[in-house]
Nanobody, 119 residues
């Protein structure tokens, strides 16, 4: 089992930056891919970005490339999502998730953290 706890959400102004954290525990993440997703009110949950824990390779949704950065601190077992140049369209619940490498779906999810961006 992997336990995930997000933090760092809150209210921000358009144009500002925000950094979300996701603390992981339960087992070694060396063989895991960690992802960030978001879900805005009334919309489907969407993939934002992901990182391979061991190599640190990243992938992003086209809609956030250039503004979102996924990183991790292996010592702290913490995943991060840096969001720059926030827009009101970034308002959503943000979730981190984990899946074993090679699997299609994410098995473990955090409870989410709310990000609200005002114009």
């Amino acid at each position: 089992q992997v336990q995930l706890v997000e933090s760092g959400g809150g209210l921000a102004q358009a144009g500002e930056s925000l950094k979300l954290s996701c603390a992981a525990s339960g087992r070694s993440l060396i063989n895991y891919v960690m992802g960030w997703f978001r879900q805005a009110s009334g919309k489907e949950r969407e993939f934002v970005g992901a990182i391979t824990w061991s190599e640190g390779r990243t992938a992003y949704a086209d809609s956030v490339k250039g503004r979102f950065t996924v990183s991790r601190n292996s010592v702290k077992s913490t995943l991060y999502l840096q969001i720059d140049s926030l827009t009101p369209e970034d308002t959503a619940y943000y979730y981190c998730a984990a899946k074993f490498r090679g699997q299609a779906t994410y098995d473990y999810w955090g409870q989410g953290t709310q990000v609200t961006v005002s114009s």
